[in-house]
């Protein structure tokens, strides 16, 4: 995959697609009648400032790229207005914000509106990408989150230009194959989540080179129905039920399931909760989160553990009666001299709520990408650096 150190920049206009899918919080009218939104969790933004401030210091130009939600066509709620001040803020710098292809001024740091307000991005135009290409000279990806899109800014562009990949996506790629390829061992999985179909192939990449596989999250409860098991009201998909059987006929003992559980009557932090002691739940009630027992026997493996790699959480970590099962893994995974990676999305949020962020190895910016690089799959906005 070609870097930073492969491409000459100086004094030209480097197109840069960045991840800049920042939250924001609600909506609120200004006395002007606009809406105003402040950015509610800025850590998309700081991360790509190292590749940004390389690049100014070697004298480019800077366009930038970037998408923020799901618009259907120019929604001003979806506009990156505040994401342009906010990183005005933090490089220091004048950012212009760009309101159409047609018309984008000059300047030494310039975003682009929302990638997509255009028609074409999702669907990897080869037409808007020639409009990409002919406003810069040079082309750099560094948006992970967004490299398993073959998008108009993600993919074809890169083929249009001199292209590389900035220092965010660089060492993204670098630290999850090197976990796969050369882990310290034991190479530990813990993986979490709603729903088992959506890791089905990421487990199914850890049975061939992982030691210890710890599942936790409503994922679990396909596993305990396809074995006889009492589920109750708790959210267990059908289509997991398959998959759920041919993945404990593999794993064997490296397959670690709780062996107690948190349940809650209803999904809300005011509900009567009960701790169960084993995992089959009652009728009328749900689980959400994994037991004592079973959290600190995961955390026991996580701290013994040579590689880390987390994905998921074990509960609904975001109501607070149902948190300490992803507690105990977060702080296991923070207290852990193993290398750690936590492979965005939930668990980087539940890292960041617990205030452990700052003390693993590596937190990735992308949840999906990092999923799909596990499973073995290409990456598209990464195939087109290396063609």
Same mark, same amino acid.
């Given at each position: 995959?070609?870097? !930073?150190?492969?491409?000459?920049?100086?004094g030209?206009?480097v197109?840069?697609?960045?991840?800049?899918?920042?939250?924001?919080?609600?909506?609120?009218?200004?006395p002007?009648?606009?809406n105003d939104?402040?950015?509610?969790?800025?850590?998309?933004?700081?991360a790509?400032?190292?590749?940004?401030?390389?690049?100014r210091?070697?004298?480019?130009?800077?366009?930038?790229?970037?998408?923020l939600g799901?618009p259907?066509?120019?929604?001003?709620?979806?506009s990156?207005?505040?994401?342009?001040?906010?990183?005005?803020?933090?490089l &220091?710098?004048?950012?212009v !914000?760009?309101?159409?292809?047609?018309?984008?001024?000059v300047?030494d740091?310039?975003?682009?509106e929302?990638?997509?307000?255009?028609?074409?991005?999702? %669907?990897?135009?080869?037409?808007? +990408?020639?409009?990409y290409?002919? @406003?810069?000279?040079?082309?750099?990806?560094?948006?992970?989150?967004?490299?398993?899109?073959?998008?108009?800014?993600?993919?074809?562009?890169?083929?249009?230009?001199?292209s590389?990949?900035?220092?965010?996506l660089?060492?993204?790629v670098?630290?999850?194959?090197?976990?796969?390829?050369?882990?310290q061992?034991?190479?530990?999985?813990?993986?979490?989540?709603?729903?088992?179909?959506?890791?089905?192939?990421?487990i199914?990449a850890f049975?061939?080179?992982? %030691?210890?596989?710890l599942?936790?999250?409503?994922?679990?409860?396909?596993?305990?129905?396809?074995? &006889?098991?009492?589920?109750?009201?708790?959210?267990?998909?059908?289509?997991?039920?398959?998959?759920?059987?041919?993945?404990?006929?593999?794993?064997?003992?490296?397959?670690?399931?709780?062996?107690?559980?948190?349940?809650?009557?209803?999904?809300?932090?005011?509900?009567?909760t009960?701790? !169960?002691?084993?995992v089959?739940?009652?009728?009328?009630?749900m689980?959400?989160?994994?037991?004592?027992?079973?959290?600190?026997?995961?955390?026991?493996?996580?701290? %013994?553990a040579?590689?880390?790699?987390?994905?998921?959480?074990?509960? +609904?970590?975001?109501?607070?009666?149902?948190?300490?099962?992803?507690?105990?893994?977060?702080?296991?995974?923070?207290?852990?001299? +193993?290398v750690s990676?936590?492979?965005?999305?939930?668990?980087?949020?539940?890292?960041?709520?617990?205030?452990?962020?700052d003390?693993?190895?590596?937190?990735?910016?992308?949840?999906g990408a990092? !999923?799909?690089?596990?499973?073995?799959?290409s990456?598209? &906005?990464?195939?087109? @650096?290396?063609?």
């Amino acid at each position: 995959m070609r870097t !930073l150190d492969d491409l000459e920049v100086d004094g030209k206009r480097v197109l840069v697609r960045v991840d800049f899918n920042v939250p924001l919080d609600a909506q609120e009218a200004s006395p002007a009648g606009t809406n105003d939104q402040v950015i509610a969790d800025d850590a998309r933004i700081r991360a790509a400032l190292p590749t940004l401030k390389e690049l100014r210091g070697k004298g480019a130009r800077l366009l930038l790229a970037a998408h923020l939600g799901r618009p259907k066509g120019r929604e001003d709620k979806f506009s990156l207005r505040p994401v342009a001040q906010r990183l005005e803020e933090l490089l &220091g710098e004048p950012v212009v !914000l760009a309101t159409s292809l047609d018309e984008v001024p000059v300047g030494d740091v310039v975003m682009l509106e929302n990638v997509r307000f255009e028609p074409g991005e999702t %669907d990897n135009d080869p037409e808007l +990408a020639q409009r990409y290409a002919a @406003l810069a000279d040079a082309y750099v990806n560094d948006a992970f989150g967004a490299a398993h899109r073959a998008h108009a800014s993600t993919e074809a562009v890169a083929h249009l230009l001199p292209s590389a990949a900035g220092r965010l996506l660089e060492g993204e790629v670098a630290t999850l194959t090197s976990i796969l390829r050369d882990p310290q061992r034991p190479l530990v999985a813990v993986l979490g989540g709603a729903k088992v179909t959506d890791k089905i192939g990421v487990i199914e990449a850890f049975l061939q080179r992982a %030691d210890r596989i710890l599942v936790g999250g409503a994922m679990c409860f396909p596993f305990f129905k396809s074995r &006889g098991g009492d589920v109750g009201d708790s959210l267990c998909e059908e289509e997991g039920l398959e998959p759920a059987r041919r993945i404990l006929a593999a794993g064997g003992e490296k397959l670690r399931l709780p062996t107690d559980l948190v349940a809650g009557r209803e999904f809300a932090a005011d509900t009567e909760t009960r701790a !169960l002691d084993g995992v089959d739940v009652p009728d009328g009630w749900m689980g959400l989160d994994i037991g004592r027992r079973s959290a600190a026997g995961y955390a026991e493996v996580i701290r %013994d553990a040579g590689t880390v790699f987390w994905n998921g959480p074990m509960g +609904a970590f975001e109501l607070e009666p149902f948190a300490a099962g992803t507690r105990a893994v977060a702080e296991a995974v923070a207290e852990s001299s +193993a290398v750690s990676v936590v492979g965005g999305g939930d668990s980087a949020a539940a890292m960041k709520e617990f205030g452990l962020a700052d003390r693993v190895t590596h937190l990735s910016t992308g949840g999906g990408a990092a !999923l799909e690089l596990i499973e073995g799959k290409s990456l598209p &906005g990464v195939e087109a @650096l290396t063609a």
